[in-house]
């Protein structure tokens, strides 16, 4: 019998970082332009050429094994040193020009994000961009009426014709201002906030794009007024710091306003929801050259990172915190 290293088929291992990073096989099929048995026909056989279960799967839930981490582990590095040789060997993209649109839900911190754009600049300096700053309604607005080539922003379901994937998970948690009575005081419990004045994002109700943090007061009873609202998450953290009200923020992109003494977490210490932010693009795939280099790049960059990874670190880099300092 041949080696494994001779006969293994290197798709299949893409195959598997896709469906690893993405925790779901029709979503892997989304990314890849593939049909969801054709991805299941490669998980299956990956997991017989090498022996082992990688995956466990079934309608309530998705855990990768012991063995399909260190499959993963190794697959990302040698999806890693294969870039590294075609770097040393001096490939160089074709001269590519043109523009790009790309709509983005305001107040992404992503280095991941941001190091695909200094990726992507640097190997076809020619593209110019085009970066529209909207709510999450407003981004698939955008991308339906083909404003954009990308977009990312928060969703509750997908509208077709839109396809995507899942760029990164951000914990929401809630919090207060220096001004406010709640600020500094430590284990406080929950029954000291249903009465405080509330900000609220436009899109935090049942319906919209951040029902979790609807659901989240409903649920704890959180009866205060509602005294400030808005789409834009700077106006809402603007109106918390003010002393106005307490309210939901993402953890990582306030870090250092925390730190700071600008904010001050609040009950649950554990945090309120996570919150997914997805790339989106329209299905028919009618890219212009610099259009499709871009969606290229981005999918290869994925591979390199994984989900949990993305917004503390960018491509080839260890994680960061907010104020870009190496983490372990």
Known sequence: MRPIHDTLDWNLLRTFIVIVQEESVSRAATR??????????????????????????????????????????????????????????????????????????????????????????????????????????????????????????????????????????QQYRLYCGPHHRLFGRHNLSMDELKLEPWISFSSEQLDGVLSPLAVFRAQQGLKGPVIGQSSRMQEIQRMIVAGMGIGCLPEYTVMRDVKEGRLWPLPPYDGVAPIDLNVLWHSDGRFNAAEQAFIDFFHNALAKVPLEDRLTRGIDTVPADSKGRAVS
């Not at 012991?66 to 870039?83: F, P």
């Not at 649109?101 to 992503?110: K, N, R």
Request: proline residues 4%.
């Open 32 to 169: 890849l332009y593939l049909s969801q048995p054709a991805v299941s026909l490669s998980l299956k056989r990956l997991e017989e050429r090498l022996g082992q279960k990688l995956i466990e799967r079934d309608s309530h839930r998705f855990r990768v094994t012991e063995a399909g981490h260190l499959v993963y582990r190794d697959a990302v590095e040698i999806y890693a040193n294969v870039a590294k040789l075609a770097a040393s060997i001096g490939e160089s993209d074709p001269e590519i020009a043109g523009h790009i649109s790309l709509a983005l839900v305001t107040g992404i911190d992503c280095c991941f994000l941001d190091s695909v754009l200094e990726g992507f600049h640097q190997r076809h300096p020619h593209v110019t961009f085009e970066i529209e700053d909207m709510s999450s309604m407003e981004v698939q607005q955008a991308l339906l009426h083909r404003q954009s080539l990308l977009g990312i922003c928060l969703m509750q379901r997908k509208p077709e014709p839109l396809i995507g994937y899942t760029l990164a998970r």
